[in-house]
């Protein structure tokens, strides 16, 4: 204990103390310096902030390495700075690289500003998911099919960016499909990933639409590699599988006026008067794991 007492006293009394201070200030290199520094200090995060940060950091670590060349004539001090200032240097070119290699193409950017972005993703994350299906937006032309009841295997998922897509079963509508939701969500919750099915629903664009599609087994390859974009397109998946769930819940009515609620299966809502009554038919059909788009027998569409 004595030998280390003796060391902090030898670090903290073996210079004398200031007894006299330099009454006139330092230059102005200096204080600009600390100003970068003050100014620099408080920037954000993500490459913007990390941009704004090394900038003006590298911006006071030169103007202290001016003002110890000139001003203090002290070589250690200068060459500190100057390290410094280029570290920050390499630091925002490096940067600013990574902000240029992220850049994407306008529906994929706004796809990133209305879907992602509130979700926190990133752009290096986001940048994953678009290069997984090829950075390429698809085009579907007005009454062409997406996908046909019982003869188009179910193999991508695909998320709607423009258009309207209009979901039928045997020639009879469910419900419509608008942009920022999935095309075959269900299905691709109906499956595992070493299985293979066919669609029970067709899908045709009712107007000119672009979509995003990611191959399943492309896709399956970047959730084992990335656990958090696996937990990000099951969220997606599951909330726009409830979206499509309350839209068919909204069109479905059972007997003597009463319209069927999937939150509360043993209760009812009733329904206006004019619709028409049918008989009671087993709701359940829409919750198994398969695709939760598929009517229900003797179930009645109203309005279509």
């Not at 656990?227 to 069109?251: M, P, Q, T, V, W």
């Not at 059972?254 to 038919?281: K, M, W």
Request: proline fraction near 4%; charged fraction near 20%; include cysteine.
């Amino acid at each position: 204990m004595g030998e280390n007492a003796s060391f902090w006293e030898s670090l903290i009394y073996a210079h004398p103390t200031c007894t006299t201070w330099k009454q006139e200030a330092e230059g102005s290199i200096y204080h600009l310096a600390s100003i970068f520094f003050v100014v620099g200090f408080m920037g954000g995060s993500g490459f913007f902030g990390l941009l704004y940060v090394f900038s003006l950091l590298g911006l006071g670590f030169l103007c202290s390495s001016v003002w110890a060349w000139l001003d203090v004539c002290a070589a250690d001090i200068f060459s500190w700075n100057f390290v410094l200032f280029a570290i920050c240097f390499v630091q925002f070119v490096y940067v600013t690289y990574q902000v240029r290699s992220v850049a994407f193409d306008k529906e994929f950017q706004e796809l990133y500003s209305a879907l992602f972005q509130p979700l926190g993703i990133s752009l290096t994350v986001y940048r994953k998911i678009v290069l997984c299906c090829d950075a390429e937006v698809i085009t579907l032309e007005k009454e062409h099919c997406y996908a046909m009841q019982g003869k188009t295997p179910i193999d991508k998922l695909s998320l709607l960016v423009s258009g309207r897509i209009r979901v039928t079963v045997d020639g009879e509508f469910l419900h419509y499909i608008f942009p920022l939701q999935f095309l075959d969500s269900p299905e691709w919750d109906s499956l595992r990933p070493t299985e293979e099915g066919i669609f029970q629903v067709t899908l045709t664009a009712e107007t000119d639409c672009r979509y995003v599609a990611w191959r399943r087994k492309k896709l399956y390859l970047l959730f084992a590699k990335h656990r958090f974009i696996s937990r990000l397109f099951s969220i997606l998946i599951g909330s726009d599988i409830a979206e499509k769930l309350y839209a068919l819940n909204d069109r479905v009515h059972v007997g003597q006026g009463f319209r069927y609620d999937i939150r509360l299966p043993n209760f009812y809502h009733v329904a206006l008067p004019e619709t028409p009554p049918v008989q009671p038919s087993l709701h359940a059909h829409h919750l198994q794991r398969g695709s939760p788009r598929h009517k229900p027998a003797g179930v009645t569409n109203c309005g279509s």
